[in-house]
């Protein structure tokens, strides 16, 4: 017992390391002393990218102002000394220079299963607000494709009074007992987002990529990436799905839901780091 116990500890900060180490060269190579607005994302691993960016000092952070994705990441932020924004008071037409965020799930194209914090619709926002999009994670996230690692479901946010419907019309499109997901054991009853919303959690089977040479319009429950997200986010009910997919910032301009460069941190103490094609 004892043995496990510690095999297990070990396991925790081999984890948490990892997670550093990437944060942490991810703010090297992206943050650079000319930005002036960034996004700062949701979960364990942005603790660390915050703690990086703080390390920087104010000759290097004065002059930013940091948007969070919500509670959490605003905590971080203030914690930090670092200048609070807030992405509705963002100019119209203006972008933020970068934004840093972790992930559940990545696979081989840098496609992202997002949501396990329940801040997916604030996440997206501010990813998308962004020229360019990092992911910062650890190496239990890497996955060959979506659905594989993660296994929990693909995260919808819901309106409340939409939720039995979404339900019903996710198990005709192949999902495996989606689930409305409970706020216990900290609140009776469905955890309710940021904005107010529910969190539906629907698995479905491992989602392939064009190049896996399938039709993955949802026939025996297959869907590629892009198609089921397509679907998903047309039921009516649906506020934001938790697929980041699609195009990054080095396909174009505005809007792009995928990163330009994940990091993963790895096993044996180092950082992999994948590109998004052009």
């Known amino acids: 017992m004892a043995t496990s116990a510690t095999s297990a500890e070990e396991q925790a900060k081999l984890v948490e390391k990892s997670k550093r180490l990437a944060a942490f060269r991810a703010v090297k190579e992206h943050l650079l002393p000319e930005y002036t607005r960034v996004g700062i994302g949701s979960g364990s691993t942005v603790v660390y990218v915050v703690e990086a960016i703080a390390q920087l000092g104010a000759s290097v952070t004065g002059g930013m102002q940091f948007y969070p994705t919500g509670a959490q990441s605003e905590e971080l932020i203030e914690a930090a000394g670092l200048n609070l924004q807030y992405i509705n008071k963002l100019p119209a037409g203006q972008q933020l220079d970068v934004a840093f965020d972790g992930a559940d799930e990545v696979d081989d194209e840098l496609n992202l299963i997002k949501g396990g914090g329940a801040c997916l619709w604030q996440e997206k926002i501010v990813a998308t607000a962004a020229k360019k999009f990092v992911c910062v994670a650890d190496f239990r996230k890497l996955s060959p494709r979506l659905g594989i690692a993660w296994t929990k479901g693909i995260p919808i946010e819901v309106l409340p009074m939409a939720a039995p419907r979404v339900l019903g019309e ?29 969190i539906i959690d629907a698995p479905f089977a491992p989602l392939q990529l064009a190049k896996d040479g399938v039709a993955g319009n949802g ?28 195009q990054s910032g080095l396909q174009i301009a505005s809007g792009a839901q995928k990163p330009v460069a994940a990091y993963f941190g790895m096993a044996d103490g180092s950082v992999e780091v994948r590109l998004a094609s052009n």
């Open 170 to 198: 996710l198990v005709r499109l192949g999902a495996k007992n989606p689930r409305i997901r409970p706020g216990l054991p900290g609140k009776a009853g469905a955890i309710v987002t940021d904005n107010g919303m529910w």
């Open 219 to 246: 026939e025996d429950g297959v869907w590629t990436v892009d198609a089921l997200a397509d679907r998903l986010i047309k039921l009516p009910g649906v506020a934001e799905i938790g697929l980041f997919y699609g």
